[in-house]
C-alpha cells in the first residue's frame, strides 16, 4: 500500500530541517492535511514537547499546533498562499519567521534553528517569485 502524498511530502520538507525528538511531530502533523495535498516546506517552531509548524502547502500555509495527548495536533491559522506578499525574518536571538498576510493575520514562528529558518525564507521568497 502507497502513502498518501501528504504524509510522504511532509517527511521529506520535515527531514530538510535539524530536528529535535518529536513524535507528535512526525506523526500527528500529517493527519491535519487532506491526502492528496502536496507539501512544499516545514519548519518547526522551537524545540519542546508541544512544539509549532509552519506548513506550505501548493494552496495554503499553516500555522500548526502539537497540543498534548489527547487533542492532538490543531490548526492556530491559516491564509491561501494568493494573500501572502512576503515573508521576513532577522535572524537574531528569538526572532520570528513571519509570513505577511494581505488583509489577515500574520502567520508567526520562533524557529528551532536559524539555519532551518534561512533555508525556508530563501524557499519560501523562490516560490513566491514563481509561483
Known sequence: MT???AS????TALARNELYASFALRREVPTLLDPEEEV?????GVAGQFPDVLIVIRQRALLAKVTGWFSRVKIKREAPLGRIRGIAYS???FARVKLEVDGGRDLTLVPNRRADAW??????EHLLQTG
Open 40 to 44: 512544499l516546506l516545514v519548519l518547526p
Open 8 to 11: 510522504t511530502t511532509y517527511s
Open 3 to 5: 502513502s498518501p502524498l
Open 91 to 93: 535572524g537574531w536571538l
Open 119 to 124: 533555508r525556508f525564507v530563501e524557499s519560501f
